[in-house]
């Protein structure tokens, strides 16, 4: 389990509450600065949860891999200040024409002392993500995995899908990605979500076509 906290942080204290509740250990990836909040990063990982960087170095840098390394170290080091950090995560960054994950192209995850990548360093998995507000692969640009066993998830739309996914493939390892600002827990939430979602899926679709 894999929650990316983009914005919205009081929904990452939720889903942290519910999932140590039944006794799961997930991964919490933080934005910095937009979701860099050290007591609230300090509570989840208090709970046993893993706690991430989701950097997004090449699109601040405009490219410039030796400026994204600065900034990769600064950022790295202000969560360790606080909470121990094994592996990282890059930000899609839609609307930036620069791939973050292309940082690793010019620098090595010793160089960091990091055990690895949430996207490179995991092979031959059943991938699921919500990004886009489906789990399929409409309104996604950069969320994919090179190696992921189900390319295919043209029948993967809503949760129940998502269910029966699972319950039919068996995976020996299922990845699952949510994103817990797009979760509601109430009806009028969940309008006012979908209406974002929906507005931001507009913007995302051409933007595709040019990747």
Known sequence: ???????????????????HDLGIRATYYFRHPYTFKPAVIQ??????HEIGYHYE?????DGDPVYAKELFQKEIDDFRTYVPVKTVCMHGAPLS????????????FEEFDLSGEAYLSMND??????????WSNAHKI??????QLNSSLDDVKSTPDL?????RNKPHVAYIL??????AGSPGEWLYLWGMDSAVNIVKKPLGYFR
Not at 43 to 48: E, F, S, V
Not at 125 to 134: E, I, K, L, M, P
């Open 163 to 167: 269910i029966r996914s699972i319950e």
């Open 178 to 183: 949510t994103h817990p600002e797009r979760w």
């Open 1 to 19: 389990m894999r929650h990316d906290i983009d914005r919205r942080i009081h929904k990452a204290v939720d889903f942290a509450h519910i999932e």
């Open 97 to 108: 024409k620069f791939d973050n994950r292309n940082f690793w192209d010019y620098h090595s």
């Open 125 to 134: 998995v059943y991938y699921y993500s919500d990004t886009g507000r489906n």
């Open 142 to 147: 950069r969320d994919s995995l090179k190696n």
């Open 57 to 61: 170095v090449m699109s601040k840098a």
């Open 43 to 48: 509570k989840i990982g208090d709970m046993g």
